[in-house]
């Protein structure tokens, strides 16, 4: 059994900052890419940013230089530091992970269940 728990949603008002983050915890051998999606009511679900085991980070055009993605040294968190909030930041956020969860057998993603960030004018 594999969980992501994701905490750090909320309301707040353009301007403002928001911490989300993703714990990954069970049967895990390792985890490679960890990232952030977001869904805004009627749009599709959209990559936010994503970060390698590694340590590459990849962020969509529109949160460059406002968001900033981390893993912690046991690569088992991902925290997504949201500053400069807007509006159109509203959306359901969500954890995707891409685990492997025993020695010789394929990763596979996994998600978590969201948390509501919203970003009054």
């Known amino acids: 059994q594999v969980q992501l728990v994701e905490s750090g949603g909320g309301l707040v008002q353009a301007g403002g900052s928001l911490r989300l983050s993703c714990v990954a915890s069970g049967t895990i051998f390792s985890i490679r890419a960890m990232g952030w999606y977001r869904q805004a009511p009627g749009k599709q679900r959209e990559l936010v940013a994503e970060i390698t085991s590694g340590g590459i980070t990849n962020y969509a055009d529109s949160v460059k230089g406002r968001f900033t993605l981390s893993r912690d040294n046991a690569k088992t968190t991902a925290s997504l530091q949201m500053n400069s909030l807007k509006p159109e930041d509203t959306a359901v956020y969500y954890c995707?992970?891409?685990?492997?969860?025993?020695?010789?057998?394929?990763?596979?993603?996994?998600w978590g269940q969201g948390t509501q960030v919203t970003v009054s004018s």
């Open positions: 995707k992970a891409d685990i492997q969860r025993r020695i010789g057998v394929r990763a596979h993603d996994y």
